[in-house]
């Protein structure tokens, strides 16, 4: 592993840890692959808040439209055997389709440009109104009259997808949940996984929380619920060390995988621009993309009532992320383009050097609290409350071992100026930072709670 990213991921932890205490989620895992293996995996906060039940990282979360990709990873294997095409329609595999949907290739089904219906007449299944729909159910809304026509742009749909479970099924002669188990799931070698419930045996589900609002506090929402004819565009469970090791494994840098390069290529490429968006993202065949600070990555994400995930996979370094929340205002999106800021810093500035390595810590005050983090010959200066906590980040240039000075930062910092550590029986006890006075978490409490409680 390069030091660049070894300092890296043992900055990540120590920065969603604070991330979660600072937002108060319910419960977040964390789990980073690196060719082909994973290398971080964390939990934090609680699998039921009610009942303070500490989340690990081998909970279980619904995972929602991850599902897409392990049924688009399933077609592109009956592809490779020769068992359909791309450009076949669906009607081809499956009756009884409103004609527009009949002529609808696979490739659209994949791609959500078939025009098809998001959720149906009645999405209540996403507020637990109504239970899911069978697949009697999707399949008599799938014979009337789509919203739009195929091919004029992306539009999302889970019965897109369920139609493609239906597709995995014609042609294989078993049931969806079966088939992409044994063929994908288990293909890769991932055990905490499956595409709908039951949950693995043994295997621990983390509850759902609504949102603080309206209600003004979290409610634990159910996560056994079953997603009927829909498990292939919604319904899997599956933990953050899963998802991260799937799709490191799908990546067309990967070495080894249940698909050929190609394959794995087409499924990442960019077919799709999604329409209507101030963030640039794309949709492949089952796989969202994007660009972050100059990384270009491919993944999925999944709403589920209480559960917001989302995993991201950056080819150039083999590098995944998966982060998992159990909220419905979970904070997934955020907190993976956090760590991937993070990253990306380190590989900009490289691993510390060895006369800054030290410079290390969380440091408090009336205002909150900063990170030293050293960075290649500097020392940077974080603040961990931010969803980029080097965001406009001060430098910190060493002179001597304790003692340094600002040579970058903001117009409304303070460049230039000085920064030392102090020592109080040799070890390092305060920062002087330009003027204020910096302490370690319990003793910036205890000077609070004197100053202003008593």
Not at 321 to 349: E, K, P, W, Y
Request: glycine fraction near 10%; hydrophobic fraction near 40%.
């Amino acid at each position: 592993m390069d030091k660049w990213l070894a300092a890296a991921l043992d900055y990540i932890p120590d920065w969603l840890g604070h991330q979660m205490r600072w937002t108060e989620q319910p419960g977040c895992a964390l789990a980073i692959a690196h060719k082909g293996k994973v290398v971080v995996e964390q939990a934090w906060g609680y699998a039921n808040a009610d009942r303070k039940q500490e989340l690990t990282p081998r909970h279980r979360m619904r995972v929602a439209s991850h599902s897409k990709t392990f049924t688009a990873a399933g077609i592109m294997k009956l592809r490779e055997k020769g068992k359909l095409q791309l450009d076949d329609p669906a009607g081809k595999y499956v009756k009884g389709l409103h004609p527009t949907v009949a002529k609808a290739t696979v490739a659209q089904l994949l791609s959500h440009t078939a025009g098809i219906i998001r959720d149906g007449k009645d999405t209540g299944q996403w507020t637990h109104r109504r239970p899911f729909l069978s697949v009697p159910e999707f399949m008599k809304e799938l014979a009337e009259p789509q919203p739009i026509d195929a091919n004029l742009r992306m539009k999302y749909s889970n019965h897109g997808f369920g139609l493609a479970g239906q597709v995995i099924e014609a042609v294989t002669g078993e049931s969806y949940n079966k088939w992409i188990q044994r063929e994908v799931v288990e293909a890769v070698g991932l055990e905490e996984t499956r595409p709908d419930m039951p949950s693995p045996k043994g295997g621990p589900l983390a509850k759902g929380h609504s949102s603080k609002l309206p209600l003004g506090r979290r409610v634990i929402l159910p996560s056994d619920t079953s997603t009927e004819g829909l498990a292939s565009a919604t319904g899997f469970i599956s933990t953050a060390h899963d998802l991260a090791l799937f799709f490191n494994l799908i990546s067309p840098s990967a070495k080894k995988s249940i698909l050929s390069v190609a394959s794995r290529r087409e499924m990442a490429r960019r077919h799709w621009k999604v329409p209507h968006s101030q963030i640039e993202r794309w949709y492949g065949l089952g796989t969202i993309s994007g660009s972050l600070a100059g990384w270009d990555h491919f993944g999925h994400s999944g709403g589920f009532p209480g559960f917001i995930t989302r995993t991201a996979t950056i080819p150039a370094h083999d590098l995944t992320l998966s982060v998992l929340t159990n909220s419905a205002d979970g904070m997934s999106h955020q907190f993976l383009d956090g760590c991937m800021h993070i990253m990306r810093r380190f590989h900009q500035h490289g691993a510390p050097a060895r006369r800054v390595a030290d410079w290390t810590g969380r440091w408090w005050s009336l205002w909150g609290c900063f990170d030293l983090v050293p960075m290649g010959e500097k020392v940077m200066v974080s603040t961990p409350a931010l969803l980029d906590p080097f965001m406009d980040a001060s430098e910190i240039t060493v002179s001597s071992r304790d003692k340094g000075r600002v040579t970058e930062a903001g117009g409304f910092a303070s460049f230039g100026e000085e920064i030392r550590r102090i020592r109080k029986r040799g070890k390092v006890a305060e920062i002087y930072a330009t003027g204020s006075i910096l302490k370690p978490e319990a003793e910036a409490v205890k000077e609070a709670t004197n100053r202003y409680e008593r």
